[in-house]
């Protein structure tokens, strides 16, 4: 892997996605800031989002549709979604990205089995950061595997994802488990990166 492709996963790993780019989340006091970013973005890509990339991103449309007519729909997302994050094109990863948001029950699993089964490490980085930010407490367990993945990014968004549920407050119970994994992390990752994350997501939890 190239130092530029290393560079664009560690700037993808800790992204609000946003129309502009994709911007480094580091600390909690960036959070707002950078969340109000993403935001202004996703609305300017809500024409392309309702377009050919997916659903018109509202709940009473899916719902118009045949089980098969999703099943296909959702594959095809996916699959551009794999490739505008390998090729680096922002603009369809926000797009996508607002889509997921707008419709989690529709794309949860898919992103989950990206996240975990991926072979692409920035599909996998992406795909864990976006199902994180859905907040959804089922997917702790996920997570938690997650925390132990080859790739240093998606470890990182793992934690941050377990994060994420601590501080939705509903999530804590279904994040507590991940709570003793969390701090071998936090001491005994490799990546500095990581351990951060990690020390984070327990300051939510604990």
């Given at each position: 892997?190239?130092?530029?492709?290393k560079r664009w996963i560690i700037t993808g790993s800790l992204v609000a996605l946003t129309g502009l780019g994709i911007f480094a989340l580091q600390h909690r006091s960036h959070s707002r800031r950078l969340a109000a970013d993403e935001e202004a973005a996703a609305a300017r890509s809500r024409g392309l989002a309702s377009?050919?990339?997916?659903?018109?991103g509202s709940s009473n449309a899916a719902e118009a549709r045949s089980p098969a007519e999703l099943k296909r729909d959702v594959a095809g997302d996916m699959s551009r979604w794999r490739t505008a994050v390998?090729?680096?094109?922002?603009e369809t990863v926000v797009?996508?990205?607002?889509?997921?948001?707008?419709?989690?029950?529709?794309?949860?699993?898919a992103l989950a089995k990206s996240a975990e089964t991926e072979a692409n490490e920035r599909v996998r980085a992406f795909s864990t950061r976006v199902l994180g930010k859905l907040?959804?407490?089922?997917?702790?367990?996920?997570?938690?595997?997650?925390?132990?993945d080859k790739?240093?990014?998606?470890?990182?968004n793992a934690a941050w994802a377990l994060g994420e549920l601590g501080a939705a407050g509903g999530g804590r119970v279904a994040a507590e488990h991940a709570v003793p994994e969390l701090r071998h992390v936090g001491a005994r990752d490799p990546a500095n990166e990581v351990r951060l994350a990690a020390k984070d997501a327990l300051n939510k939890l604990e």
């Open positions: 892997m190239s130092r530029g492709d377009g050919p990339l997916g659903p018109s390998v090729v680096k094109d922002a797009a996508l990205d607002l889509t997921f948001r707008q419709l989690p029950d529709l794309y949860t699993d907040k959804r407490p089922d997917q702790a367990p996920l997570y938690e595997r997650l925390l132990t790739s240093v990014y998606v470890r990182q």
